[in-house]
């Protein structure tokens, strides 16, 4: 299973954007990339998911270089409701998935 | 609303109770799972059914029973547990769970151990 590892937390200001970045060096070629958002007291719930180049939808992006060891989410412009723990997951299985301890994102006013 | 309902919210039991938590998914899911998670701890995933069948088992102990009776329906039995099982318990489902398929987690049940 691969192993991923993201820093323990990030401070940003409201309308910045922030990238986030995940280092999964033991990535098999059938895993995939996936992001999720977490706040107090809720689970947590689904950003986006990529396995190589770059994917974007309406709330994040997701970078990830040709190697696939790292992977980068990228917060565009964020808001204070935007403060939560952000889970970065590589597997090829949900059943298999490992939430780590994930990024704790507070942003300031 | 995420689809995925869990009952009770909140739960305080002594050690030698026995309660049920409950979790319903209205989303057509394949696939559902139990989630522990302690005060600054990542989530430890607990156990997995898919299509009603236990598919994986993370060595929790037997104070802790699940039962899965249909697709849509998950309960975690707990009897005599101790304080440090005290906890956010989530669920989620998902469409299957062979391959890499969104998880819709629950609000939770937060559990004391007393």
């Known amino acids: 299973l691969a192993k991923t590892t993201q820093p323990i937390s990030m401070d940003s200001y409201e309308g910045q954007e922030v990238n986030i970045t995940c280092s999964h060096n033991?990535?098999?070629?059938?895993?995939?990339i996936t992001w999720y958002q977490q706040f107090p007291s809720q689970g947590p719930r689904f950003i986006i998911q990529?396995?190589?180049t770059k994917v974007t939808n309406e709330v994040a992006s997701l970078f990830i270089p040709a190697d696939r060891k790292s992977s980068t989410l990228s917060l565009p412009r964020v808001s204070l409701s935007d403060t939560a723990v952000y889970y970065c997951?590589?597997?090829?299985?949900?059943?298999?998935?490992?939430f780590g301890t994930g990024t704790r994102l507070q942003v300031f006013p | 609303e995420t689809g995925v309902t869990q009952t009770p919210r909140h739960l305080v039991m002594g050690m030698t109770n026995k309660k049920s938590l409950k979790c319903e998914q209205h989303?057509?899911?394949?696939?559902m799972y139990w989630y522990k998670q302690s005060a600054k701890k990542p989530l430890e995933l607990m156990f997995v059914?898919?299509?009603?069948?236990?598919?994986e088992n993370n060595s929790v102990p037997s104070r802790f029973s699940p039962e899965c009776p249909n697709s849509s329906h998950l309960f975690l039995h707990l009897h005599t547990l101790q304080p440090e099982d005290s906890a956010l318990y989530l669920c989620?489902?998902?469409?299957?769970?062979?391959?890499?398929?969104?998880?819709?987690f629950g609000p939770g049940t937060r559990l004391l151990v007393l």
């Open positions: 059914y898919s299509l009603e069948e236990r598919v």
């Open positions: 989303l057509g899911h394949n696939a």
């Open positions: 997951l590589v597997g090829a299985s949900t059943d298999k998935l490992i």
């Open positions: 033991n990535i098999a070629t059938n895993d995939y």
């Open positions: 989620a489902s998902s469409q299957g769970s062979a391959g890499q398929e969104t998880q819709y």
């Open positions: 990529g396995y190589k």
